[in-house]
C-alpha cells in the first residue's frame, strides 16, 4: 500500500492519494498531469528536483509518501537505525524550497534527514518505475546479469555470496603475496643490518646502564694516586694527629670539650651544646680514621688505568653511534635482537604464501564454475519463460537468447552476461539495445517482469508510465492480462491510454484540470490550473471513463463498449483467481 500527500508541486495545490493492492491506474486526457503524479513519486524517493517543480506563488513544496515495509526492507532500516513505525510502515518525505533565489532540497525517512545516497539505496528496494524511452540501464551487462541471478534464485544468490568472499580471500592472500616478494629484498637487507650490529655490541658486552659513568670515576682517581695519596695524608693530620702538638681539628674539639664539662657542673643548660661539642669530635675522629685508611688503601696500578680509558673510549664510540647515552644504546641493543627474532620467526615464507594463494585460487575458481553452471541453468529457463511471456504481446516470431561468455575472475564470479534480441522474423540476433525499439523495448521489460513475479525476488511497487502506447486490440489485451498477473505479486501503478487496460484495474483515478480563482474575494478575472485526482469507485463514473477513452465512437456505442470492457475484465479477474 502507498498514500502519497502532495502540496504545491507543480500544477498540484494539494492533493491526498492513496492506491490500493492489486493494478491501480490513472487515466486522463493527454496533458492532463498524470505525469506529475508520476514526477513526484519520483521526486520523494530521490529523484532530480528543481525550483521550477514548485507551484507558481509558494516558495515551498512538500511530497510525503507512505509505504508498507517487508521483511527486506525492515532489515535494511535496522542497518541504517531507521526503525518503521509501529505499523510496519515507512514515511519518506521531501521539502523543496526556493527563497531569495536560493534552492533547496530536504530528504527524510520516518522524520530524519538523510542524504541522496541513503534515500536512493532504500528506492531501490521499494519501487521501480519503467518508462517507454528510458530503459538504459537494461542495457548494462551488468544489470542483465543481475537480473539472471535474481531469476536464478536462493540457491543462486547463494553460490554467489560463496564466490564473492571466496575471491576477497583469494585477494588478500594475492595481495599478501605481492607485498611479501616485494619487501623480500628490504627484508634480508635489514636482516644483514641487525646481524651485524648485533653482532658488534655482544663483543663490548653491556650490562650495566651505570658502567661509563663508574669507569670515569675510577680513570679519575688512578690518574691522580699521587696526589690523592698525599691530600689524603694531610686531610688526616688536619683531622686526628698533627706534627705540631694540639693543631689537629681533634684535639683542638677535645679541648672545647674539657672546658665545657667542667662548664656543665656549673649550669646544665649547657648540656646541649656539650652533646653537639662531643658529637662533633667523634665524626671527625671516625673522619680521620677513614682517611688514614683510604690513603693507605691507595695504590698506582698504570695497566688498570690503561684497560680503563680503553673501555671508557669504547663506550663513548658506540654512545655515538647508537646512543646518545649508554641507557639508550643497552635499550637499541635489546631492541634489535627483539627484531631479529620477529624478522626470523614471525615472517610468513614466500613459499607458504604461494600455497596459501593457490589453494584459494582453486577453490574460488571452483566456485565460480559452480556458479556458471547454476547461471546457463537459470538463463535457459529465462530464454524459454520469456519468449513464451512475449508472444502474446504480439511479439510471436521474437527470439531471446541469454549469452554467458567467460570473463577473468571477479568479486560476481567469471561470466559476463548478454541479452541478445530478435524481435521480427528474418533478423538476426543482436544485443538487446540495438534490436528493440521503444514499444518492443516496453513489451519486453513487461514480459520480463512476468517472469520475476513468481520469483517473489522483491515486493517492490512498480509503475508502468504509458508502456501500452502505440499498440491495441489483441496486444493491449495481452498487456492487460500481464499487467494483472504482475499486480498479483506487486503493487502496480500504470499511467495508460488504453480502456483495455484500464478496465483490469483494482482501483482506477481519473486526473483532470481545472481553473480556479486566485483569490474569491476580489473582482479580478486572475485564474490558476490545478490538477485533480478522482478515484472512480463508482462503477458508472468508470464507465464514462472508459467510454472517453475508446474515442471516436457514438455515445451510445462507447458506453456499451465500455461496459463489455468491464464485464470482460469480471470474468478473467475471476478466472485468474480460481486458476
Not at 164 to 173: E, L, N, V, W, Y
Not at 260 to 266: G, K
Request: contains cysteine.
Amino acid at each position: 500500500m502507498i498514500t502519497i500527500r502532495i502540496d504545491n508541486f507543480a500544477l498540484v495545490d494539494h492533493l491526498d492519494l492513496e492506491l490500493g493492492s492489486g493494478l491501480n491506474v490513472l487515466t486522463g486526457e493527454t496533458g492532463a498531469g498524470k505525469s506529475i503524479i508520476l514526477d513526484a513519486i519520483d521526486v520523494v524517493l530521490g529523484g532530480k528536483a528543481n525550483s521550477r517543480m514548485i507551484r507558481t506563488g509558494a516558495t515551498k513544496a512538500v511530497v510525503e509518501a507512505n509505504f508498507q515495509c517487508h521483511p527486506q526492507l525492515e532489515q535494511w532500516l535496522e542497518e541504517q537505525q531507521l526503525e518503521s513505525f509501529h505499523d510496519g510502515s515507512v514515511v519518506c518525505s521531501r521539502e523543496l524550497t526556493f527563497k531569495k533565489g536560493t534552492f533547496r532540497s530536504r530528504c527524510r525517512i520516518n522524520g530524519v534527514v538523510v542524504n541522496k545516497q541513503v534515500i536512493m539505496a532504500m528506492r531501490d528496494r521499494i519501487l521501480e518505475i519503467t518508462v517507454q524511452g528510458e530503459t538504459g540501464e537494461l542495457f548494462a551487462s551488468a544489470t542483465q546479469r543481475e537480473l539472471l541471478d535474481a531469476y536464478g534464485g536462493k540457491n543462486l544468490l547463494e553460490q554467489r555470496k560463496s564466490v564473492s568472499k571466496a575471491f576477497m580471500a583469494m585477494q588478500t592472500a594475492e595481495e599478501a603475496l605481492i607485498s611479501r616478494r616485494q619487501s623480500e629484498q628490504q627484508r634480508l637487507q635489514r636482516l644483514d643490518l641487525l646481524q651485524h650490529q648485533i653482532k658488534e655490541l655482544n663483543s663490548i658486552r653491556l650490562q650495566d646502564p651505570t658502567e661509563l659513568e663508574q669507569l670515569e670515576i675510577e680513570s679519575d682517581r688512578l690518574t691522580h694516586v699521587v696526589e690523592l695519596q698525599q691530600l689524603s695524608y694531610q686531610a688526616y693530620n688536619l683531622l686526628y694527629q698533627s706534627e705540631s702538638e694540639d693543631s689537629a681539628a681533634a684535639d683542638i674539639i677535645g679541648k672545647a670539650e674539657a672546658v665545657l664539662l667542667d662548664m656543665v657542673n656549673y649550669d646544665k643548660e649547657l648540656t646541649s651544646i656539650l652533646e653537639m661539642v662531643q658529637g662533633a669530635l667523634n665524626q671527625i675522629v671516625e673522619a680521620g680514621h677513614q682517611m688514614y685508611s683510604y690513603g693507605a688503601g691507595l695504590e698506582g696500578d698504570p695497566d688498570r688505568l690503561v684497560e680503563v680509558e680503553e673501555r671508557i673510549r669504547t663506550l663513548k664510540r658506540i654512545c655515538r653511534k647508537y646512543g646518545p647515552s649508554l641507557p639508550e644504546v643497552i635499550n637499541y641493543y635489546y631492541n634489535l635482537k627483539k627484531e631479529l627474532v620477529e624478522l626470523n620467526n614471525n615472517e610468513r615464507s614466500i613459499e607458504d604464501l604461494e600455497k596459501e594463494y593457490e589453494e584459494i585460487k582453486i577453490k574460488t575458481l571452483d566456485f565460480c564454475q559452480k556458479l556458471s553452471k547454476l547461471r546457463i541453468t537459470a538463463s535457459q529457463k529465462l530464454e524459454k519463460q520469456l519468449t513464451s511471456e512475449l508472444k502474446p504481446l504480439g511479439m510471436e516470431k521474437v527470439l531471446f537468447e541469454c549469452r554467458i561468455t567467460p570473463t577473468t575472475p571477479n568479486i560476481n564470479g567469471c561470466d559476463q552476461v548478454d541479452y541478445y534480441f530478435s524481435p521480427n522474423p528474418g533478423e538476426e540476433l543482436q544485443p538487446l539495445a540495438m534490436t528493440a525499439s521503444g514499444g518492443e523495448m516496453s513489451r519486453f521489460l513487461l514480459a520480463l517482469k512476468s517472469c520475476f513475479s513468481q520469483t517473489q525476488m522483491d515486493a517492490k511497487t512498480l509503475i508502468f508510465d504509458e508502456i501500452d502506447a502505440g499498440v491495441s486490440g489483441k496486444v493491449a489485451q495481452a498487456i492487460a492480462q500481464k499487467l494483472h498477473k504482475l499486480s498479483q505479486q506487486h503493487q502496480v501503478l500504470c499511467v495508460t491510454h488504453q480502456p483495455l487496460v484500464a478496465a483490469m484495474a483494482d482501483n482506477h483515478f481519473r486526473v483532470t484540470k481545472h481553473l480556479i480563482k486566485v483569490d474569491e474575494e476580489t473582482t479580478e478575472n486572475e485564474v490558476r490550473t490545478i490538477v485533480k485526482v478522482t478515484h472512480l469507485i463508482d462503477q458508472n463514473l468508470r464507465r464514462d471513463e472508459l467510454a472517453e477513452l475508446t474515442g471516436g465512437h457514438s455515445a451510445t456505442e462507447a458506453i456499451a463498449f465500455a461496459d463489455s470492457l468491464l464485464e470482460k475484465a469480471r470474468r478473467e479477474k475471476q478466472l485468474s483467481h480460481q486458476n
